[in-house]
Nanobody, 118 residues
Framework: QVQLVESGGGLVQPGGSLRLSCVASERIVNFNVMGWYRQAPGKQRDLVAVIGNNGASHYVDDVKGRFTINRDGRQNTVYLQMDSLKPEDTAVYYC????????????WGQGTQVTVSS
């Protein structure tokens, strides 16, 4: 069973930075796509950013220019660098990994809380 373990969340002031890490229990080259989602209280879980095996990345408009996703195959880790944080970025952030073959599979981490507040 694939395990994804997130870390790096915490309390930060507006304008500050955090870096989230997601360590996978197996080689991340096995996953076609890895990404970060977030869920604020009372809201649905939404996409933040994804990165493919070829290194191509996609961000939602809310975080473009502020967040950066990257992956380190040697460490089996995906990172989310978050800069210029805003109070509306407050949420639980979840790591996700997807495999497309032989059948579609998706895996989730347990989540890490990010709170942006003065």
């Amino acid at each position: 069973q694939v395990q994804l373990v997130e870390s790096g969340g915490g309390l930060v002031q507006p304008g500050g930075s955090l870096r989230l890490s997601c360590v996978a229990s197996e080689r991340i080259v096995n996953f076609n796509v890895m990404g970060w989602y977030r869920q604020a209280p009372g809201k649905q879980r939404d996409l933040v950013a994804v990165i493919g095996n070829n290194g191509a990345s996609h961000y939602v408009d809310d975080v473009k220019g502020r967040f950066t996703i990257n992956r380190d195959g040697r460490q089996n880790t995906v990172y989310l660098q978050m800069d210029s944080l805003k109070p509306e970025d407050t949420a639980v952030y979840y790591c996700n990994a997807q495999q497309f073959t032989p059948t579609f599979s998706t895996y989730w981490g347990q989540g890490t809380q990010v709170t942006v507040s003065s």
